[in-house]
């Protein structure tokens, strides 16, 4: 049976280490907190009294908490944390320091979420009594808190850990001592990936940011998370796990060190990948990177018809939205049966709009109104903008595009969905190149915001634009790339994914306890886990070896463990079981 732990230390009140006294005291434990001098001792308080007339506890919280500036105050404590800087020669004299003071029964926890909670240990005299306690950023809010065990980490003190932190109303997740435990594992990875993708002028900071919204729900993109997090710290942090990793993933980018000496640290500063309006400061204000609104779509072609090459669920919902704003549509289907099928899905679909009282009948009428169904290509000879979103096959959307390009007549814009395959294939088989551009909507089409606007080396400037004034008229937002494979969601998305399942091999954690630090520690919807079982283990595995096969880098290769589960038919809900069972559900 887990020690009820009463008595508290902190040493360091940082961010961090201040927010998580708090939490102790709001939670009534005793806390002593220690900082190296009077002066930050004083900084630590002010903040913490701040927080608390801030929030809804009373100030019988701050009551709770005595300030010192010498660890042998700590004496008495049960449990301390250390929550200094991350580096390793100042937190392993903190703990030869506290070994000797504290009690023989007392447990040294590191807040560390990069270092080797082991080499912290082993320079103690009671190893099997030290393990990490690593709060998730914004500690007073986020609910995760990852218990870190060494291999000699005694199971009983994780036990009395994992008791305290569900007693202050947080979420333990017991995790290895890996780098980067499981939360910074797979964040500075992806934020890494994101920083070298800008840094490579793939892609705006803000094309970025949004893509990573809206097309995955994300509350932040990557260079905001950056931002807010400092540019300084983030470096630290991949550094750290770079020299305990080895991989590239956490290799800091080259331009994350010029930041941090140029001293765009992020929103601390005033400036960081976005500028602030002072130091401190979460509004964004308008720089020289800044693009002027609605400049994308300038020198647009004029669109008031469109065509949709499709009968799927995607094409339906194409048809949808693109109705919706008041152009004419369309579209193609193989047969008249499938035509049928497609006008009965749209109808249904607006039929539940008015229902739920979010549509009106003359509106669901009018938009029924604008569509035409036809079973043969030729019936988008006159339309301004074709928009294809057949089945993923390079040879049937070559041989649609050969023929679009000889029936739709001059001027008009040629767009492909494609998620994966290469837009200049299309465009090269179109015949007229210049017309061709990627519109890569997200699924479904009818509730996603994002549009991926794909331009190849051969599209005409004002096709790109074409399609950004058509996807802000649809009312979403378009984020600008260039012809690679994945475009941003994915090739940002799926190593991150690919990763998880490296972590799963390596017994991290199980599946289920990685999916709750991603949502609790990172405030992402679903879990990684979680979402390869819905968009497919098979389909992810595809779009790995695409990204695989594009780049050459070995740490895209798709980890071996995704392999073995799409080769076991374990595909994801669609088949009833993935990395999570289904079939009990």
Same mark, same amino acid.
């Given at each position: ?11 360091? $009140? ?64 049960? $449990? ?34 990069s270092l080797s909670v082991t080499e912290l240990a082993v320079g103690t ?18 609910? $995760? ?441």
């Amino acid at each position: 049976m887990a020690r009820e732990l009463n008595e508290v230390g902190i040493v360091g $009140l940082g961010t961090a280490g201040a927010a998580i006294a708090e939490v102790f005291a709001r939670a009534g434990l005793s806390v002593t907190a220690v900082e190296v001098d009077d002066e930050a001792a004083a900084r630590g308080r002010a903040a913490i009294e701040r927080s608390v007339a801030a929030g809804e506890a009373d100030d019988a919280a701050l009551g709770r908490i005595r300030y010192s500036t010498s660890l042998e105050d700590l004496s008495g404590a049960e $449990l301390v944390i250390e929550a200094v800087p991350e580096r390793l020669a100042l937190k392993a004299e903190i703990f030869a320091q506290l070994d000797k003071i504290v009690g023989p029964d007392a447990i040294l926890a590191t807040n560390t979420s990069s270092l080797s909670v082991t080499e912290l240990a082993v320079g103690t005299g009671r190893p099997s009594k030290v393990l990490g306690l690593h709060f998730a950023n914004a500690v007073p809010t986020a609910t $995760l808190v990852q218990v870190a065990r060494t291999a000699v980490t005694d199971p009983s003190v994780v036990e009395d850990a994992v008791a305290l932190v569900e007693r202050v109303g947080k979420v333990a997740v017991t995790v290895g001592d890996e780098p980067g435990f499981i939360t910074d594992a797979l964040l500075f990875g992806y934020l890494n990936h994101a920083v070298s993708m800008f840094e490579n002028g793939y892609a705006s900071r803000e094309d970025i940011d949004a893509a990573m919204r809206f097309g995955c729900g994300l509350p932040m993109g990557p260079l905001q998370v950056l931002d807010l997090i400092g540019v300084d710290t983030a470096y630290d942090v991949l550094d750290s796990l770079h020299a305990v990793s080895g991989k590239r993933l956490h290799a800091p980018s080259p331009v994350l060190k010029q930041m941090r000496t140029a001293g765009l640290l992020g929103r601390k500063s005033g400036r960081g990948f976005y500028t602030y309006a002072e130091a401190g400061s979460a509004e964004v204000v308008a720089d020289a990177a800044t693009p002027t609104p609605g400049g994308a779509a300038e020198g647009a072609r004029p669109v008031q018809s469109v065509g949709v090459v499709g009968s799927g669920t995607m094409a339906t919902g194409i048809i949808e939205v693109v109705a919706k704003a008041g152009y004419d549509v369309t579209f193609i289907a193989r047969s008249d049966e499938k035509v049928a099928g497609v006008e009965k899905a749209l109808a249904k679909s607006l039929d539940k709009q008015v229902e739920r009282g979010r549509l009106e009948q003359s509106v669901r009428d009018e938009v029924l109104g604008r569509v035409t169904g036809a079973s043969s290509v030729e019936a988008l000879s006159d339309v301004d903008l074709v928009v294809e979103a057949v089945i993923e096959s390079l040879p049937v959307k070559e041989a649609l595009f050969a023929d679009l390009g000889r029936i739709a007549k001059p001027g008009a814009v040629l767009a492909t969905t494609t998620s994966s395959l290469p837009v200049i294939k299309c465009a090269q088989a179109s015949g007229r190149p210049a017309d061709v551009v990627g519109m890569h909507f997200f699924n479904p089409a009818t509730v996603m915001k994002l549009v991926e606007v794909v331009s190849t080396v051969s599209t005409a400037p004002d096709v790109a634009a074409t399609v950004h004034a058509v996807t802000a008229k649809i009312k979403k937002t378009a984020v600008s790339c260039s012809d690679r494979a994945g475009f941003i969601v994915n090739a940002l998305l799926f190593p991150y994914l690919n990763d998880a399942v490296s972590m799963l091999a390596a017994h991290y954690a199980p599946a289920g306890d990685i999916d709750t630090a991603v949502k609790a520690g990172l405030g992402y919807p679903m879990g990684p886990f979680e979402l390869l079982d819905v968009v497919g283990n098979d389909v992810s595995l595809a779009i790995e070896q695409e990204l695989h096969a594009e780049f050459r880098d070995p740490a895209l290769a798709p980890a071996p463990l995704l392999e073995h589960v799409v080769t076991a038919g374990y595909l994801g809900r669609k088949t009833g079981r993935g990395f999570h069972d289904y079939s009990r559900r």
